[in-house]
């Protein structure tokens, strides 16, 4: 089962979607897992984007370019990441 989940294309995207509700619920006994859940979005993350991706879409951003959209999971990623660091209090 952990083979099929690895290459569910939205595994990754779900991973997000159950830290952003874990952030919205405000529920810090789940932080544990919320850590590890976006350890495996960031995986899934990696496998979807070529390594430079991030780094051409902030070129991009500097020249004043719209940035695509495949950037939002990296995004998110970050803005939950610092969530969890504020959580425990290492913001």
Same mark, same amino acid.
């Given at each position: ?18 830290? *952003? ?56 990623? *970050? ?6 660091? *504020? ?5």
């Amino acid at each position: 089962a952990g083979q099929l989940l690895d290459q569910m294309e939205n595994f990754g995207q779900l991973q997000l979607d159950i830290c *952003w509700a874990y952030a919205m619920l405000g529920d810090t006994d789940r932080l544990p897992d919320a850590e590890a859940r976006l350890q495996v979005a960031e995986r899934m993350i990696k496998r979807q984007v070529d390594s430079n991706f991030l780094t051409l879409a902030e070129v991009k951003a500097e020249q004043g370019s719209t940035l695509p959209p495949e950037v939002l999971p990296s995004v998110r990623l *970050w803005l939950l990441r610092g969530i969890s660091r *504020w959580c425990r209090g290492d913001a």
